[in-house]
């Protein structure tokens, strides 16, 4: 016993009514909507919404009477405002300047406080320091920050790690 | 369609002399593209005066940049519907966020500035459930929608103008359109069952 298959036309129906489909297409869908009731009340329902689109243009037409009005309205912005209004060379330059002035500036501190040595660092950097006494004079400067007190570089631009006090030999 | 607009040396000639600030040549560009513009802005934003401000500002861009306009990137009709196309999507957004303070502060219902397109495509024999089906579509259907049967354009300039292809803007129409029927259908307006001229 053989099934017998049909196959709607549904995507097929709005380029019918535009008739945008090619010559063999549109037999074949003529064809289709002579045996199809479904297919046809589709293509009816969806002609008559098109029909009244396609009426739409023509109706809100009536809005464009005011058309001279409008015109005058565009043709005096046109004019009273200059053609192309370029961004002030100025207003540029001060512009970039001040950029570069932040990313200079933002730049500087950033790098003072990377450069800064922590605690840790100069620890390990000079071991003797820590066990071998020094005159107060002839301790560097390193050194004498170098204590638990001291706070090298300020938290707010730089976070230190918890650091473990380093007892200095007088 | 009711539009009469220049095409190939008739429009380039009105470009050129556009572009050099010619009053005639913007005025009859005006002319030409503004009646598609204004039912293109009425039907995505459904209120006369907003369409009226966005074909007014529309033009004034084109025609203060008409010199930057590059004939062989675009069509001039394409160019002008997408500048068109995305001061209605600003407005739109615009209205939108002016609307929400009001709407939450006032317990009254929003004004209907679309109540005068209604009744004007009714005096026209166009049933109102149309229009009014039409402004529940989603922006990318109504969009195209709108495009197609308002403005008047071919699938390849629709698709050029929303920057899709041409099947994508035909598959938005079939879809608004199915949309549309739907909802007619489910308030009780029944389409034209059987046309002699489907067939």
């Not at chain 1, 100069?122 to 204590?147: C, D, K, V, Y």
Request: with cysteine; glycine share 4%.
């Amino acid at each position: 016993m053989g099934v017998v298959t049909i196959m709607h036309v549904h995507d097929q129906l709005l380029p019918y009514l535009e008739r945008q489909l090619s010559p063999a297409e549109h037999a074949r869908v003529k064809a289709h909507l002579k045996t199809c009731a479904a297919c046809r009340a589709q293509v009816a329902a969806l002609g008559d919404l098109t029909t009244s689109l396609e009426a739409m243009p023509t109706a809100l037409d009536q809005f464009s009477l005011r058309r001279e009005r409008q015109w005058a309205a565009v043709w005096t912005r046109v004019t009273d405002a200059p053609r192309s209004a370029p961004y002030p060379v100025w207003q540029m330059a001060l512009s970039i300047s001040v950029m570069l002035l932040v990313v200079v500036f933002s730049g500087v501190r950033f790098n003072t406080a990377f450069n800064q040595p922590t605690s840790v660092a100069i620890a390990q950097l000079n071991p003797q320091q820590t066990t071998t006494p020094l005159a107060p004079a002839a301790r560097p400067l390193s050194a004498h920050t170098a204590t638990a007190t001291d706070t090298l570089v300020p938290s707010t631009i730089m976070p230190l790690p918890i650091q473990t006090p380093i007892v200095i030999a007088h | 369609m009711s539009d009469v607009r220049p095409t190939g040396d008739d429009l380039q000639n009105l470009l050129a002399h556009g572009a050099r600030g010619e009053e005639s040549a913007c005025a009859a560009l005006y002319h030409a593209f503004s009646p598609g513009i204004l039912r293109l802005a009425v039907g995505l934003l459904n209120d006369l005066e907003d369409a009226e401000e966005v074909t007014q500002d529309t033009f004034v861009y084109a025609f203060r940049n008409l010199a930057r306009y590059d004939s062989t990137k675009s069509a001039f009709n394409t160019w002008l519907f997408t500048i068109a196309l995305s001061r209605c999507r600003n407005k739109r957004r615009r209205k939108w966020l002016e609307s929400l303070p009001l709407s939450w502060l006032e317990d009254k219902a929003p004004a209907e500035p679309g109540r005068a397109i209604e009744m004007l495509l009714v005096r026209k024999g166009i049933r109102r459930q149309v229009w009014a089906a039409l402004q529940t579509q989603p922006t990318h259907l109504r969009e195209a929608i709108a495009l197609r049967y308002l403005a008047g354009m071919r699938y390849k300039e629709i698709g050029e103008t929303l920057q899709c292809h041409p099947k994508t803007v035909e598959s938005r129409v079939r879809l608004g359109l199915a949309n549309m029927r739907q909802l007619l259908h489910a308030q009780g307006l029944e389409l034209e069952a059987e046309a002699e001229w489907a067939l």
